[in-house]
């Protein structure tokens, strides 16, 4: 059987408290499942972001999409973790990731090193953390693409998160064609055959689009993407164009064909999406 549909809304702006209260009051009224909060410089920080959610919230999970491990050691994210999971009644969900943004690493005076190096440092985190964390510990995702990180979340995580795109070497996204992910996915599944794990898998929506002209809303993406065809950009899991009848069709073709139940989309686009949210928890 298909595991149920989970939403995710990842919440990139804060202008003030009380805003923020009203904003993750409608992430809630909305039907999204977990609010998430990503980890950039010049964007709201996760954890007190995410305490002051619990405080505007009663149901939603509340979550990190996804810290950039290179920011934090073991002993300072424990604490900042076990902190919040508290505070939160137990609402956290612990997302984690290399990091990938160069210009980040540079502002924070931290060597950016390469995709192993940073892989190395998120393994070593992640070892050292998981016996710091008191019980009950917050379910843990892990984010990413390539082999080694598909086998660390295989390892540890509860949720395997896949971006769904490949990173430049300055960090910019290079969104894969659904064939792509197809394979990704498939290793992803090995790995977690070879650990006896079951994890839920996640994609990231970049953007969605309620439209009754997709070639349309696609071909206004198209010059951001062009190593994509048209073709390519309305099969990509990455990118929800159509009505709302066809938007929640492809999420439900996303789960059958990827496995992904549960879909995360940006702040820009959680509105359109409320909709379709909306459509497929009346099927």
């Keep these: 059987m298909a595991r149920e549909f989970r939403f995710g809304g990842a919440l990139l702006e804060a202008d003030s408290g009380e805003g923020w ?3 993750c009051e409608r992430v809630e009224a909305a039907g999204y499942d977990v609010l998430l909060v990503p980890d ?5 920080a996760p954890f007190p972001s995410l305490v002051a959610a619990a405080g505007a919230t009663e149901r939603v999970r509340l ?6 491990a290179a920011f934090w050691n073991p002993a300072l994210l424990a604490r900042e973790v076990a902190t919040t999971q508290q505070l939160t009644g137990g609402r956290l969900e612990l997302g984690l990731g290399t990091g990938y943004v160069r210009e980040e690493f540079e502002r924070a005076g931290l060597d950016y090193g390469t995709p192993r190096s940073r892989v190395d440092h998120l393994e070593r985190l992640v070892a050292e953390l998981e016996p710091l964390l008191p019980e009950p510990r917050p379910p843990m995702l892990l984010g990413g693409n390539g082999d ?3 086998r660390l979340a295989a390892r540890h995580a509860g949720v395997v998160a896949f971006t769904g795109a490949r990173h430049d070497t300055d960090g910019a996204l290079r969104l894969l064609t659904a064939e792509a992910v197809d394979e990704r996915v498939a290793a992803a599944r090995r790995f977690a055959a070879e650990q006896g794990t079951d994890p839920e898998f996640n994609i990231l ?4 689009v309620v439209t009754d002209d997709r070639e349309a809303a696609a071909a206004e993406v198209a010059p951001r993407v062009p190593h ?3 073709e390519q950009l309305l099969d990509a899991p990455t990118l929800l164009f159509g009505t709302v009848a066809q938007i929640a069709a492809q999420v439900r073709a996303n789960r059958e064909r990827f496995g992904f139940s549960y879909v995360t989309v940006l702040e820009p686009s959680m509105e359109a999406f409320a909709q379709v949210i909306e459509e497929l928890r009346a099927c």
Excluded: D, E, I, Y
């Design 21 to 23: 209260a009203k904003k």
């Design 205 to 208: 929506v970049q953007r969605v």
């Design 40 to 44: 950039h410089l010049g964007w709201p």
């Design 228 to 230: 994509l065809s048209m």
């Design 63 to 68: 979550g990190t999409f996804v810290l950039n």
């Design 148 to 150: 080694r990180m598909l």
